[in-house]
């Protein structure tokens, strides 16, 4: 195997397989704090990038459109939440996972109607140059994508291992009932995750933007292969699910390169369907009263 | 009768429609709205009743779609058998994937689903023999018997037969055990299981026949558009189908074809308002909103204002009966049911350890212990909703360890849960007839043996209301009444006394024994020792996932390690 083609394959994997780790991330949190799977995930990858690359088309400064981005991302999550499922906290399953399919939908038309069915983009944070890697070539703006989830990841960790609201959300995730019962306010947590979710996916929209151009119907592919991430952690580990988002970035980069462009997509679904029906049955999470055969 | 004014509303709507509405223009709108509709009927069944968030349907779509394109424009096939085979073919993909894929629930089943669909548009765009992204151009228009059918308003009226067609298939689904079956999957899996209800094989039934819809669909939409590419029936096209049955109504049948109806009048509006773009907003946001403040949606909405209209009976004012003990007869023997061995670990806990007892035909037999004894696993060992590490469970000399929950409720093994698990969409008399699940006898009779079964608990006036609006302790009855209908030869009940207060206990006492009496052998957890004591012919006691003792009541609670760990401390908190 040539070890340059190899290297090309892979850092790109990495690069996107970083988004899907974040969004794998969010599923994670709020699955464990709200119970709820949130199929809308991966439009707020969608909405940081459109909204990032238009806020700087505008003529805002580079920062101010990726604060904007994040802001917004935050801000509809809890406006998601609030809104949306609040008021059906006490609803089957079925209902408030369909609620989150709807939002999902209003939120990739809202891109339609604001920024237009072209995909936008957006200069490299430092230029459009590029840099190479044993053989490989490229884009400078990968190290902006590493970087920025690299910081994000210490975030999150950092708070999940050393706040006092991150060790209620650990709590959740080991028993969401008793985590309650001992004083945990879950309401405010489900409102503080879900609009953290929303902003580190934005944020991951807007940095990779530059790479991949923004499109409003891209949330769907984000969020499936986010979504492979965090299953394969069960909906628990999110280390698991980082490791997860990274190796399926990698699979779809090289599927692309060595299979066919094309087909890509289908290998990696084709992984993701072939990995859920081998396992089917077996993933405990969400308010599912499973049957354990 | 309501029924009856739908078919009747149908029938002179779609009649009438472009007879009314004349031109090109509306007559397309009624045959999109058909293709749809023949989609969505199938999918009220999946979606809808049984609460299946399948969210590939468009997939099946595909397969319609390109069976018809490619079969008619490269091989020259009769439209009609086209249709046929694509069917065929999109009910034996669902069949070869259901079994696996339908274990998946909420969340995961609509990400297998979607993947699959976006796996198949894929393929379309990559193959050749699908015409790649270009598509399949040229379909001839549809024919009958080879007759092409030359008017557009001809193939109006052929669409719209198929939908009749698949709306009388719904209807006779949803007048069946079936349809009660699938309602009451979407309320409680586990309740569901303990009626005998094989649910898998019911959501396997309606993964498939929605599928077959959804291919019909596909067909009947590209003979009207004469092309097919990729980009027909996408991830939007599935959207329609959830929307269009959300909003239209998930309880009935009719919700299908209103939806269909409404998501196409909606799209038609926005591009008549020159919003095209508006369309994902407004579906999606009418989705959320129906899901939040009005879950029967159009069609449910109609139904209760027929209902006010009508008048309705007013339900009667006294809820119970005199419990009527002569409303069941004595069955035949009461079953014996031996364990041996039985272990169940979690990790590390060993929630059951080596336990083994009999419990004789026909007694009462109370399973006691502190609470995390193992008991409720027990139970669930029993009924098979776990599987058991080591050990045998013998039903009348029969092994049932290895069997599945529907089926041990299948050969006579009534059960109760500690958490209530009622059918909150059915009513209470169809609750107690899910019971009858297994037998299959006309719907007249199993709604006697049903109606028998409540007289028998004392609700005979219950049984048109939703089970929420009983008292808690008449819901617990419900619960009996419905482990009942199963014609019981072993009945095991969790805890059925409590949140019930003295009286309720003391009602529940006497139907213990009167159930008893029918020949039905009791097994039951109860931490109510007074109740226990004046019931049960035989004790065991459990303790840490371990029997203790077993014996004669007075006997047992003689024993010190049962003192110890268990009744003395009980005896001392009553004192």
Redesign the interface.
């Known amino acids: 195997m040539d070890l340059s083609v190899f290297v090309q394959l892979l850092l790109p994997g990495l690069t996107t397989g970083c988004v899907y780790a974040l969004v794998a991330l969010g599923f994670v949190l709020c699955a464990n704090v709200s119970g709820v799977v949130n199929f809308a995930q991966g439009e707020y990858v969608m909405l940081g990038g459109v909204i990032g690359a238009s806020l700087l088309a505008q003529g805002m400064p580079l920062a101010a459109a990726i604060a904007g981005a994040t802001a917004a991302g935050a801000l509809l999550g809890a406006l998601q939440e609030r809104l949306t499922l609040a008021p059906v906290r006490a609803a089957p399953d079925f209902i408030q996972i369909t609620i989150t399919l709807g939002v999902a939908v209003v939120l990739r038309g809202v891109a339609l109607i604001a920024f237009g069915k072209d995909p936008l983009s957006m200069p490299g944070f430092s230029g459009d140059g590029v840099f190479e890697v044993a053989g490989a070539v490229l884009p400078v703006q990968s190290l902006w994508v590493w970087g920025a989830s690299a910081a994000l990841l210490a975030a999150v960790f950092l708070f999940l291992m050393h706040s006092d609201a991150g060790r209620a959300v650990r709590a959740c995730a080991i028993n969401r009932q008793a985590a309650r019962l001992m004083g945990v306010d879950a309401e405010r947590l489900t409102l503080l995750v879900f609009a953290l979710a929303g902003a580190s996916a934005a944020l991951a929209g807007v940095v990779v933007t530059p790479i991949v151009l923004a499109n409003w119907d891209a949330g769907i592919a984000y969020g499936l292969k986010g979504f492979v991430g965090a299953i394969l952690g069960n909906f628990r580990s999110p280390v698991v699910a980082l490791a997860g988002g990274l190796g399926i970035g990698v699979l779809e980069s090289f599927a692309a390169g060595y299979v066919s462009s094309g087909y890509k997509d289908a290998i990696v679904y084709g992984v993701l369907l072939a990995y859920l029906l081998a396992r089917g049955g077996v993933f405990v999470f969400g308010r599912a009263a499973l049957l354990s055969r | 009768m309501k029924r009856r004014v739908a078919i009747g509303a149908f029938l002179v709507l779609a009649l009438a429609y472009p007879l009314v509405l004349r031109g090109s223009y509306p007559l397309g709108i009624g045959i999109i709205t058909g293709a749809l509709a023949a989609g969505t009927v199938g999918f009220v069944l999946l979606l809808g009743y049984a609460?299946q968030?399948a969210?590939g349907q468009a997939g099946f779509c595909m397969v319609g779609g390109y069976a018809s394109a490619i079969l008619c424009v490269q091989h020259k096939w009769d439209p009609l058998l086209a249709l046929v085979v694509g069917a065929v073919a999109a009910m034996l993909l669902a069949w070869a994937?259901a079994g696996?894929?339908l274990?998946?629930?909420?969340?995961?089943l609509?990400?297998?689903s979607?993947?699959?669909h976006?796996?198949l548009v894929?393929?379309a765009?990559?193959a050749s023999f699908t015409g790649g992204a270009l598509g399949t151009y040229g379909l001839p228009k549809f024919a009958l018997l080879g007759v092409p059918l030359s008017s557009d308003l001809a193939y109006y009226y052929v669409v719209w037969t198929i939908v009749l067609a698949f709306v009388v298939i719904g209807l006779a689904i949803d007048g069946s055990r079936i349809g009660r079956a699938l309602k009451a999957i979407?309320a409680?899996?586990?309740a569901a299981?303990s009626a005998g209800i094989d649910i898998r094989r019911y959501k396997v039934q309606m993964f498939v026949l929605s599928a077959g819809m959804a291919s019909v669909c596909g067909s009947l939409a590209v003979h009207y558009l004469r092309a097919m590419d990729p980009n027909v029936f996408g991830?939007a096209f599935s959207?329609n189908f959830?929307t269009a049955v959300?909003v239209g109504g998930l309880e009935t049948v009719w919700g299908g074809v209103v939806g269909a109806a409404l998501v196409t009048g909606l799209r038609e509006l926005l591009r008549g308002l020159s919003l095209p773009?508006?369309?994902?907003?407004?579906?999606?946001?009418l989705?959320?909103l129906v899901?939040?403040a009005f879950?029967r949606g159009f069609v449910g909405f109609l139904a209760a204002l027929y209902d006010r209209m009508a008048g309705g009976e007013a339900p009667a004012r006294v809820l119970v009966s005199e419990p009527d003990t002569a409303a069941l007869a004595p069955r035949g023997k009461p079953a014996e049911l031996v364990l041996a061995g039985v272990s169940r670990a979690f990790g590390n806990l060993r929630a059951v350890s080596n336990v083994g007892f009999s419990v004789a035909a026909g007694s009462i037999t109370a399973l006691i212990g502190p609470n995390g004894a193992g008991k409720t696993t027990l139970f669930n060992l029993v009924c098979g909703?776990?599987?058991l590490d080591a050990g045998s469970v013998s039903y009348d000399g029969q092994r049932i360890e290895q069997r599945?929950?529907n089926q041990i409720a299948a050969l006579g093994i009534g059960r109760t849960f500690q958490n209530l698990q009622l059918f909150g969409n059915l009513s209470v008399l169809d609750n107690v007839m899910c019971g009858r699940h297994r037998f299959v006898e006309r719907e007249a009779a199993n709604r006697e043996r049903a109606r028998a079964a409540l007289a028998f608990v004392g609700l005979r006036n219950a049984e048109a209301l939703a089970p929420g609006a009983l008292a808690f302790g008449h819901q617990r009855l419900v619960e009996m009444a419905r482990a009942l209908a199963l014609e019981p030869r072993l009945l095991l009940l969790d805890e059925p006394a409590s949140g019930l207060n003295d009286a309720e206990t003391e009602r529940l006492a006497e139907l213990v024994l009167r159930i008893a009496a029918l020949g039905v052998t009791v097994l039951l957890v109860e931490h109510d020792m007074r109740l226990v004591m004046g019931l049960a012919d035989h004790l065991v006691v459990m303790h840490h996932g371990e029997k203790l003792a077993d014996g004669a009541p007075d006997d047992v609670r003689r024993e010190p390690a049962v003192i110890d760990a268990y009744l003395g401390i009980e005896e001392h908190a009553a004192a």
């Open positions: 609460h968030l969210l994937i696996p894929i274990k998946l629930r909420g969340f995961v609509a990400m297998a979607l993947a699959l976006l796996i894929v393929v765009l990559e979407a409680s899996e586990t299981l991830f959207l959830i959300i773009l508006w369309e994902g907003v407004i579906m999606g946001a989705t959320v899901l939040i879950r909703y776990e599987p599945l929950p």
